[in-house]
């Protein structure tokens, strides 16, 4: 059987910010998804769509973004304040809508989004059903990391030496229900045949799990 999916761009005006993002909509959602893409640099593209077709497969909806503002040209490493903030903003955006506000919520990460679904999911607390972060290159406060309670995923690629330094240690740090996966043979792009694939299963499994 197929599934209807629907598939709207849209631009989240929250207050000071505009966040470009994109929401997949599946018939009979049973949960929702925040996906935070890397960075200002890294804007939406049609190859982002991958993640968000396989979690609506499970009837999982996905509200991808850009947590970086619009041409923001800054390191990986500066504070990560402003991008916690966006995605807050954009999880509260979710909160408010008609079809999807009252189901379950969890986040995604990636690169430098990672950082920040991880340190939202520490100000957020019972708020999410689960949480999974790809490919950290810099590292998150570990203290906040004892305040998560969401079931929390962490993946790297098995060539990403600073992801996985970085997931290693956060993941000591964690208090919540976890689980550490390395994708082995990818790097940081996950661009190796198969390695996204591989993301995907494991970011849809861990979310079907938790989502009720």
């Known amino acids: 059987m197929e599934l209807s999916v629907a598939n709207e761009r849209l631009c989240l005006r929250t207050g000071v910010d505009e966040l470009e993002a994109r929401l ?3 018939c009979e959602p049973v949960g929702v998804v925040v996906l935070a893409g890397e960075n200002g640099r890294q804007r939406l593209r049609p190859t982002g769509d991958y993640l968000p ?9 996905t509200l991808a973004l850009d947590v970086g503002a619009p041409g923001e040209s800054a390191p990986l490493d500066e504070g990560n ?3 916690q903030q966006r995605l807050r903003l954009a999880c509260g955006w979710v909160r ?15 690169g430098r989004g990672a950082v920040a679904a991880l340190e939202s999911g520490a100000e957020l607390g019972r708020d999410l ?11 998150p406060a570990l203290a906040g990391m004892a ?3 969401a079931p929390t995923l962490l993946i790297a690629g ?4 600073a992801a996985v330094v970085h997931s290693r240690l956060a993941y ?5 229900r976890k689980r550490f996966e390395i994708v082995p043979g990818a790097t940081r792009a996950f661009d190796e045949p198969g390695s996204l694939e591989v993301v995907a299963r494991l970011v849809r499994s861990w979310f079907v799990q938790h989502v009720h």
Do not use: F, Y
Not at 172 to 176: F, H, I, P
């Open 24 to 26: 997949w909509l599946p």
């Open 147 to 149: 305040r998560i309670s």
């Open 96 to 110: 408010r809508h008609k079809l999807v506000g009252e189901l379950p919520l969890g986040l995604v990460g990636i």
């Open 172 to 176: 000591a740090a964690l208090r919540c």
């Open 81 to 83: 304040e402003g991008l």
């Open 53 to 61: 077709s396989v979690l609506s497969e499970a009837r999982l909806a």
């Open 158 to 161: 098995g060539l990403d030496d």
């Open 129 to 139: 059903c689960a949480l999974a972060a790809r490919g950290m290159h810099c590292q």
